[in-house]
């Protein structure tokens, strides 16, 4: 199911304002509308992509929700996080740390720093169906992200680019005022492009001793979350982000769930998993599904699979099924 912490969804609201009653929308999800904010408090997904689409629905310019919204997300809101993130030398150093412990309020996204020519791509990769909530949910984290690099760091920054999956709506002016720079909607993903000069701004508060106290603090949180279960999950999920680039290495999957290579391998190796056998079985997985539930043809279905051949995917595939993926869909389809 998943779930995020309950600020987002009270965050949500007070952006709503006048529009909305936001004592009965807290009650409608199980929270006190008189409890002060909990980082630790959880919603589940689904409740809480319900909650904004009941939202948007009362409002008159319900497109501007998830803009409002960033304003109002302080780093104090996320607890140890929050500091670790004021107290963060530069920007970049902060965007790391939320890359690193975002687990501790949400499991159902990661985010993603990917090097590119003159900056990073500041990626969020969300998982699950891609419904109005979900998306009001990512624009609002990327407007978020935005404002709380503008209150640590410098408050005239700007990305050189914001991207977002969905669809744009039919008046973007409010986007492109908010961001103050070109925004991009039905992108390949949701991220915000962030310049070098930027990434290595000082943070007003940046305090090293206070920093490697937060973090000593996060990394026993972050392991207290542990498990075999959650580990292949996400690192499956990382991998099958990847495949339609071909096979990840055990290096881009480790970039992806925001840890050094070296500690993936040793997580892997204490819950007695091979990295190899995961991407395999991902690979399985996924080729099923869309043989199962999808038109593609089969030069499509090897290519997202990661093979770069189809005779390659249609020996894997019949060592893995002892058929065809011809045979395969025939018998699902009948």
Same mark, same amino acid.
Not at 21 to 49: E, F, H, K, N, T
Not at 101 to 122: K, S, V
Not at 285 to 314: D, I, K, R
């Given at each position: 199911?998943?779930?995020?912490?309950?600020?987002?969804? &009270?965050?949500?609201?007070?952006?709503?304002?006048?529009?909305? *009653?936001?004592?009965?929308?807290?009650?409608?999800?199980?929270?006190?509308?008189?409890?002060?904010?909990?980082?630790?408090? $959880?919603?589940?997904?689904?409740?809480?992509?319900?909650?904004?689409?009941?939202?948007?629905?009362?409002?008159?310019?319900?497109?501007?929700?998830?803009?409002?919204?960033? @304003?109002?997300?302080?780093?104090?809101?996320?607890?140890?996080?929050?500091?670790?993130?004021?107290? !963060?030398?530069?920007?970049?150093?902060?965007?790391?740390?939320?890359?690193?412990?975002?687990?501790?309020?949400?499991?159902? $996204?990661?985010?993603?720093?990917?090097?590119?020519?003159?900056?990073?791509?500041?990626?969020?990769?969300?998982?699950?169906?891609?419904?109005?909530?979900?998306?009001?949910?990512?624009?609002?984290?990327?407007?978020?992200?935005?404002?709380?690099?503008?209150?640590?760091?410098?408050?005239?920054?700007?990305? &050189?680019?914001?991207?977002?999956?969905?669809?744009?709506?039919?008046?973007?002016?409010?986007?492109?005022?908010?961001?103050?720079?070109?925004?991009?909607?039905? !992108? @390949?993903?949701?991220?915000?492009?962030? #310049?070098?000069? *930027? %990434?290595?701004?000082?943070?007003?508060?940046?305090?090293?001793?206070?920093?490697?106290?937060?973090?000593?603090?996060?990394?026993?949180?972050?392991?207290?979350?542990?498990?075999?279960?959650?580990?292949?999950?996400?690192? &499956?999920?990382?991998?099958?982000?990847?495949?339609?680039?071909?096979?990840?290495?055990?290096? *881009?999957?480790?970039?992806?769930?925001?840890?050094?290579?070296?500690?993936?391998?040793?997580?892997?190796?204490?819950?007695?998993?091979?990295?190899?056998? %995961?991407?395999?079985?991902?690979?399985?997985?996924?080729?099923?599904?869309?043989?199962?539930?999808?038109?593609?043809?089969?030069?499509?279905?090897?290519?997202?699979?990661?093979?770069?051949?189809?005779? #390659?995917?249609?020996?894997?595939?019949?060592?893995?099924?002892?058929?065809?993926?011809? #045979?395969?869909?025939?018998?699902? &389809?009948?």
């Amino acid at each position: 199911m998943g779930y995020v912490s309950s600020i987002f969804a &009270r965050r949500m609201i007070q952006a709503a304002g006048a529009e909305v *009653d936001a004592r009965a929308l807290l009650r409608s999800i199980g929270l006190d509308p008189d409890a002060p904010l909990d980082v630790s408090q $959880m919603v589940a997904a689904d409740a809480y992509y319900d909650l904004l689409e009941r939202i948007v629905r009362q409002m008159e310019s319900g497109h501007e929700l998830s803009l409002r919204v960033g @304003p109002l997300m302080r780093p104090d809101d996320y607890g140890a996080l929050g500091l670790a993130w004021k107290s !963060a030398p530069t920007v970049r150093d902060s965007l790391e740390r939320v890359a690193r412990y975002c687990r501790l309020w949400t499991d159902n $996204m990661t985010y993603e720093i990917r090097e590119r020519e003159g900056g990073i791509d500041f990626l969020l990769h969300r998982f699950g169906e891609r419904r109005l909530g979900m998306r009001l949910s990512n624009e609002a984290t990327i407007s978020s992200a935005t404002s709380l690099i503008r209150q640590t760091a410098f408050a005239d920054f700007h990305p &050189r680019a914001a991207f977002l999956q969905h669809a744009a709506p039919e008046d973007t002016s409010a986007h492109e005022r908010y961001f103050g720079c070109p925004v991009h909607f039905g !992108a @390949p993903e949701d991220a915000l492009w962030i #310049a070098d000069e *930027d %990434l290595e701004r000082n943070n007003h508060l940046a305090d090293d001793g206070i920093s490697r106290f937060l973090l000593t603090h996060l990394d026993a949180e972050v392991e207290a979350l542990g498990g075999e279960d959650e580990l292949e999950t996400h690192v &499956r999920r990382a991998i099958s982000r990847s495949l339609s680039d071909g096979v990840p290495r055990m290096a *881009d999957a480790a970039r992806r769930m925001a840890m050094s290579e070296r500690t993936l391998q040793r997580r892997l190796a204490e819950k007695d998993l091979s990295f190899k056998t %995961l991407v395999e079985a991902t690979q399985r997985e996924l080729a099923q599904n869309l043989l199962g539930q999808s038109e593609y043809a089969m030069s499509e279905v090897a290519f997202l699979t990661g093979f770069s051949e189809q005779s #390659a995917f249609n020996r894997a595939f019949k060592r893995w099924f002892n058929e065809t993926p011809t #045979a395969y869909r025939k018998a699902r &389809r009948a």
